[in-house]
């Protein structure tokens, strides 16, 4: 990472503002996924032992930029307490007079957590007056919400024109684990596309035939590639508008870009229905495609197993339900067998991990969803262009 790391900021008896992704999944005021607020933890613990004094920022959910009590910060503040094994002082508000005196008062013990920075209509707005009085209760800047990233917010963007700033350890991770897969990839390097619509991943594709030497196409989206080849889909979801960028798509990639064959079908799109696997080029007009089948796991594991490096993001058919699972559990399983080096790119990929439990059978999971998308796409992301340059050390 060429970005100014958070080892590198002089920190002792510093008040740290860290710009935190505890966007979690709060039900009944408990956090029931604690995955990223775990993922921050080795940063906080760093900056404790450094001696400095960790101020936790940080969205939930989407307040109509208003305090709302239903996304408060409160179940977090517990969950991270009993994660940490401190203290935890939460403030009901993010900015303002009361909070600077807070933490005047503070006597340094434990971490300081603010209230969801969408309270706030600033936030979105990457306002300047928020961003300074964010400056104020502090005396630097770490930004460890990878997930987060591609947003220019004020707690993202904003603040760190006016501290000293860095990355903080899991940024530095999910961009060192991102490199790794776009710019000098052992090979062979395989990448592995799911979802449900050409027209999100189109800028991906394209991107990782740059970098990967096998992409397997999986979700929904690969009806479009089907119907571009001229195969009967049914009534499978197809964006017609992108056929043309399908056929070119496949006329550049040739032979790398590698599509199913063979998928379940059912009639409709639930639990009850009755399905049954058919060939790729045989879906009958009254049936949609809703996950791959048995033949294209085994044709994709053949591609994993002997892969180097792999890239994974999107799931291969509607896996919240469990009769159209299968096809995204067996490429997580071969995944997660696989001696490769791999990369889950966030989102509903990182969910299907999280259900089988093979969280620690893999490589490395990003906890960016839309951020490690736009990554990969190769487009700047504003929280991470505002951070100084490796180069420009500097001091807090």
Known sequence: MNKRSVKDLDLAG??????????????????????????????IRYLISEGARPILISHLGRPKGEPDPKYSMDPVSRRLGEL??????????????????????????????????????GETDNDPELARQLARLADAYVDDAFGAAHRAHATTYGVAEHLPSAA???MQEEIDNLERVLSHPERPMVAILGGAKVSDKLSVIESLLGSADTLL???AMCFTFFKARGYEVGKSLVEDEYLDEARRLMDEAGDRLV???????????????????????????DMMGLDVS???????????????????????????????????????????????????????????VSKLGLEDEMGFIST???????????????GIAVLPDESDKGES
């Open 14 to 43: 510093k008040r740290v503002l860290v710009r935190v992704d505890f966007n979690v999944p709060v039900k009944d005021g408990r956090v029931t996924d604690d995955t990223r607020i775990r993922r921050a933890l080795p940063t």
């Open 84 to 121: 940490l094994e401190l203290q935890v002082n939460k403030l009901d508000a993010a900015v303002g007079e009361e909070v600077e005196r807070q933490l005047q008062e503070w006597d340094g013990q434990g971490v300081v957590l603010l209230e969801n920075s969408r309270f706030y209509p």
């Open 168 to 170: 903080g350890l899991l």
């Open 217 to 219: 196409i999986g979700g």
């Open 259 to 285: 599509l199913p064959v063979d998928v379940v079908v059912a009639g409709e799109m639930s639990e009850s229905a009755e399905s049954r696997a058919v060939e790729a080029d045989k879906i009958p007009p």
């Open 294 to 352: 048995l033949g294209t796991v085994g044709l994709f594991r053949g591609h994993i197993e002997n892969a180097a490096t792999v890239f994974w993001n999107g799931p291969m058919g509607v896996f919240e339900i469990e009769a159209f699972a299968k096809g995204t559990e067996g490429v997580a399983q071969a995944v997660a067998e696989s001696p490769a080096m791999s990369v889950v790119g966030g989102g509903d990929s990182v969910a299907a």
């Open 368 to 382: 960016g969803g839309g951020a490690s998308l736009e990554y990969v796409e190769g487009q700047e992301l504003p």
